[in-house]
């Protein structure tokens, strides 16, 4: 096949815990989407929360995508070591008098868990938008703030590569939104959008509890004038009872799965779990690349029998 390195795509793990089957699955047709067309993939570690995410978890991820065959084209960057470039962008925010210091601290709680709709999306009021001079005064003595970007009363529409055409007015969505937690953390909406413009990525393929944050991701790409992805969101792996994997259920991790199976065995299960093949069959990941297709992955989400 012939290369084509204008296409880029990426996996961006969040080493909170050894990966599983749903991890897995989105890293493999990540990598396929992209190599299917000749494309690179690249590898970049979310790990912005510094209690959540380990080095050694980190550590273990990549020995995992590195059993599975998966080897990124590019330097793997650290998102913990690239907050000068995340500050960089929320300056440009903030000349452009986008942002605001926030100080209501169940923002902060919630802004600091992982952006999925299951954790109840709240749409924040503006509250701290309109604060006096003294009122500011007064609550920067008692903490620090969260910064926010104020998002217009305006649709954003894109159109996803699996889903089609998505359309959310952020005002009634989320409204203003954190881009950096009290904590000095940055947030994961504007790392994602920062490190995906710098890593040239062309496609970014996840799952699709991530749908709705596109739009947020979108506006922030037009505010600081960066390239915007094409999108692919895929359907969740979910268990019996409809619910999302995650890692606290029990869901075999990869140092289970690696006991249990080979690289082509799961490479199998997951082309057969992405209806690329009408059984588990094991195949080599360059077999997976040869099959390949968007056309037969599905809508729906797809219930394991755990
Ligand atoms: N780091 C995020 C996660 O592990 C994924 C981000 C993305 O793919 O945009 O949930």
């Keep these: ?16 815990g050894r990966m599983h089957l749903g991890n897995v699955y989105s890293a493999i047709i990540s990598y396929l989407s992209v190599k299917s067309r000749g494309g690179e993939w690249v590898v970049r ?69 992982a952006p999925h709709e299951s954790d109840g999306r709240v749409v924040y009021s503006g509250k701290c938008k309109n604060l006096s001079s003294s009122e500011l005064l007064a609550l920067s003595k008692v903490r620090q703030p969260a910064t926010r970007v104020v998002v217009p009363n305006a649709d954003i ?6 889903y089609g055409k998505q359309c959310i007015n952020l005002a009634h969505h989320c409204g203003d939104f954190i881009v950096r937690r009290a904590d000095g953390n940055f947030a994961y909406q504007l790392s994602v959008v920062v490190d995906d413009a710098a890593q040239g990525i062309t496609e970014v393929v996840r799952g699709r509890d991530l749908l709705t944050s596109t739009h947020q ?90």
């Design 1 to 16: 096949m012939e290369n084509n390195t204008h296409l880029r795509g990426r996996f961006a793990p969040s080493p909170s």
């Design 217 to 306: 991701q979108i506006f922030l790409y037009q505010q600081l004038e960066l390239q915007v992805p094409q999108f692919w969101h895929l359907p969740l792996l979910v268990s019996d009872s409809g619910v999302r994997l995650a890692k606290r259920d029990k869901v075999p991790d990869m140092s289970a799965l690696r006991q249990m199976f080979s690289p082509e065995q799961i490479i199998g299960k997951v082309m057969f779990l992405a209806h690329q093949q009408p059984s588990d069959l094991p195949m080599t990941l360059s077999e997976a690349v040869g099959i390949f297709s968007w056309n037969n992955v599905p809508m729906n989400d797809i219930a394991l029998s755990l």
């Design 157 to 162: 529409a894109f159109t996803d590569g699996h």
């Design 45 to 113: 570690i979310e790990d912005l929360d510094r209690q959540r995410c380990k080095p050694e978890n980190a550590a273990l991820l990549l020995s995992d995508l590195d059993w599975l065959g998966l080897s990124s084209d590019a330097p793997i960057i650290y998102q913990s070591k690239r907050d000068d470039i995340y500050a960089e962008a929320l300056s440009k925010l903030a000349a452009r008098g986008l942002t605001y210091g926030c100080f209501c601290r169940r923002a902060d709680i919630l802004s600091a868990q």
